[in-house]
């Protein structure tokens, strides 16, 4: 118990802390972990982006076909026309 406060009233000091955040193996504890968080953020980055590529090709592809379909349905001849499947019309009959 008295250690720990000792310990405390130590560390609470800002000359110390100071001292401490200048010191060389303090500073390089913090390079490495910047240096670790900063690879594990891009490699997350990465990871959704490799999952969210293929789920954006789909929808690319969808939205062309409904697109290709929707012109389609546009284009298409008009009811009582000749198209294909509907023969030559009452002429060709005789």
């Not at 609470?12 to 001292?19: A, D, F, G, K, M």
């Not at 690319?60 to 379909?69: H, Y």
């Amino acid at each position: 118990m008295v250690l720990r406060q000792f310990l405390h009233s130590l560390f609470n000091t800002p000359r110390l802390v100071e001292r401490l955040a200048e010191s060389r193996p303090i500073r390089r504890a913090a390079q490495l972990t910047a240096l670790a968080l900063l690879r594990a953020q891009l490699g997350a980055r990465g990871a959704t982006r490799s999952l969210r590529g293929p789920a954006e090709r789909a929808a690319r592809f969808g939205a062309a076909l409904a697109r290709e379909l929707r012109r389609g349905l546009r284009e298409r001849p008009a009811a009582g026309k000749e198209g294909p499947g509907r023969g030559r019309g009452p002429e060709a009959r005789r």
